[in-house]
């Protein structure tokens, strides 16, 4: 088994088993050489203070930090290229020490991400020349009034002599707005008698520095990441050349789909990183915390609720990293990963919700005394859920797939894995020239491969056949509640679950995961999947044709106790 694909912890002198495997990459090694020096209470008290990590900002860029996993192979003179395995890995490690310092990556990486799919020559460059001298990106997208909702969009370019433009407009809710090189900024394109016509979208390129039309980005003040800087600034007669747009028309809408759908998939890296700290935090307390002579860690209810938070963490690492391998296989062929990437940002940042609530409540009153890292875990992990598109959104654009995932699956190729060296990392060209295209033409495979392989754990078999009661019902509610936003998001619900176990079980035997884990694991994904079909059954506007069918679903988990125990023993080996 690799120890990495379980709940590591970077603290202390030497790295836990699995986390040497991530100091062997030069940036995470430094982020982590970083952030040891700084100290824990350094952190919280910038934390406090709501102060920019402007020491972070310097260090990243002398160690070339971001240019080593932003870069795109084209234009990078390090010899560099955009390998979403190494990205990920230093996304994790970011957020295990701080996620408003990993937020600056977050967010350059929206910023620069609209370059990479230009076709301006000119402006890939001068992006990459930016970035290689340590400077940040931002991606100017919403706005205050309208949030998500791009279509109503009112910052706009309009020509005003050949070649040349004027920009008006305000962002909201932009990270980096304070220190950003460069910023990608969607706009409307005005053009003489287009009154009643949408006006087609465009991306350029701002230099804050040489903006003198963009005002003083204002800080807004957020519940977590303090010491990040989430920004609203406004534009007002911004003169701009023709050879400052990034791409327009329906390049630009390809841009804002494939940054988001990437931007997204790498926030669940960021929940995985924020729940090992957690982890590692609540159990040491609980193992030095002395009730009527024993440890908290063995009294059994706080023993059972330790072991289920280890499995559900080691769920969303199995699920997080085998999701990647079809991100790096991507192509016009195989678009899988936009089923995969809606239940990253859907379900591996709720599931880190519930880690950490279910380690709040193992602590007690430690888990909110702000002097200790787990309260800013607590704060930090809300708002993952609702980054680069809420869980909501998600949750439907997974109910899109039902058909082809759970309904007529047509034998896809299976994907070799980066963690078992089946699958080399590095780059894959195809996201930065993908299409939207229609979600109905994605091809998957038979789910029930997966789970054969798991023979030896009875939790995965009802699983099974959970989601093939499902599967014979879901094609009709989705039809009966096809007009009901309510219902297709607890449809959503459904296939995310039934998709979130799929990847669990592949990776679960790619790894060679202990089957006293997987039965923890598939226990919980039971219940889940119970739960979440009892709500869809039950909604008032489902037909009840349709309803019935889908309580065949509903089952009940059966674990042996020695399974949880020895889970347990994992999190007592970390």
């Not at 939790?459 to 959970?466: L, T």
Request: proline share 5%; glycine share 10%.
């Amino acid at each position: 088994m690799s120890a990495s694909i379980l709940p590591v912890s970077f603290d202390g002198e030497s790295p836990c088993l699995g986390a040497d495997a991530y100091l062997q990459d030069p940036p995470v090694l430094k982020l982590v050489e970083f952030f040891r020096a700084k100290g824990a209470a350094a952190i919280i008290a910038e934390d406090r203070a709501e102060g920019w990590y402007g020491d972070w900002i310097a260090y990243q860029a002398e160690h070339k930090i971001y240019a080593s996993v932003l870069g795109a192979k084209a234009y990078s003179t390090l010899g560099r290229e955009f390998d979403l395995f190494k990205l990920c890995r230093l996304m994790e490690a970011f957020a295990y020490f701080s996620p408003a310092h990993g937020y600056s990556l977050q967010v350059s990486f929206l910023g620069i991400f609209p370059f990479w799919m230009s076709a301006n020559e000119a402006l890939k460059k001068e992006a990459a020349v930016a970035l290689e001298k340590g400077g940040l990106f931002a991606f100017g997208l919403s706005e205050k009034a309208h949030g998500s909702d791009i279509y109503g969009n009112e910052t706009v370019i309009r020509e005003t002599a050949p070649g040349r433009y004027r920009a008006d407009g305000a962002k909201f809710y932009i990270g980096n707005s304070n220190a950003a090189a460069l910023i990608s900024v969607l706009a409307a394109k005005e053009k003489p008698g287009q009154a009643g016509k949408r006006k087609p979208f465009v991306f350029f390129a701002l230099r804050p520095e040489k903006a003198p039309g963009m005002s003083r980005a204002v800080k807004i003040r957020t519940m977590g990441v303090k010491t990040a800087f989430v920004g609203g600034f406004e534009i007002k007669g911004h003169d701009l050349p023709e050879s400052d747009l990034l791409s327009e028309g329906r390049s630009a809408w390809e841009a804002v789909f494939g940054t988001v759908t990437l931007g997204k998939f790498f926030l669940g890296f960021g929940s995985i990183g924020i729940c090992e700290r957690a982890l590692h935090d609540a159990y040491a307390h609980a193992r030095g915390r002395l009730l009527y002579g024993k440890p908290a860690a063995d009294m059994p209810h706080l023993q059972s609720a330790f072991a289920h938070a280890y499995a559900k963490l080691a769920a969303m690492k199995l699920y997080a990293y085998r999701a990647l391998d079809y991100l790096r296989v991507a192509s016009v062929g195989d678009r899988r990963y936009l089923l995969w990437n809606c239940v990253q940002k859907a379900k591996v940042s709720t599931e880190g919700e519930a880690v950490v609530r279910l380690l709040s409540e193992c602590i007690g009153a430690k888990a909110f005394e702000s002097d200790a890292r787990f309260e800013s875990a607590l704060r930090d992990i809300q708002l993952i859920p609702g980054l680069e598109g809420s869980t909501h959104i998600n949750f439907a654009m997974a109910a899109q797939f039902v058909k082809n995932f759970l309904a007529a699956p047509a034998g896809a190729p299976e994907v070799g894995s980066v963690l078992a060296g089946t699958l080399a990392s590095g780059e894959n060209p195809y996201l930065m020239a993908a299409e939207t295209g229609g979600f109905p033409g994605v091809s998957f495979e038979d789910p029930s491969k997966a789970y054969a392989r798991l023979s030896g754990v009875p939790n995965a078999a009802i699983f099974a056949g959970q989601t093939r009661a499902l599967a014979a019902a879901a094609a009709g509610a989705a039809e009966s509640l096809k007009d009901d936003v309510e219902g297709m998001i607890a449809l959503g619900k459904c296939v995310a679950v039934a998709a979130y176990g799929q990847l669990i079980a592949e990776n679960a035997v790619l790894m060679k995961t202990p089957d006293a884990l997987a039965s923890v694991i598939f226990h919980q994904l039971v219940e889940d999947l119970s739960l979440q079909v009892l709500k869809l059954s039950g909604l008032p506007r489902l037909d009840e044709r349709f309803s019935a069918p889908l309580r065949d679903a509903i089952r009940s988990p059966r674990t042996a106790p020695a399974d949880l125990a020895a889970v347990s023993a994992l999190l007592g080996a970390a």
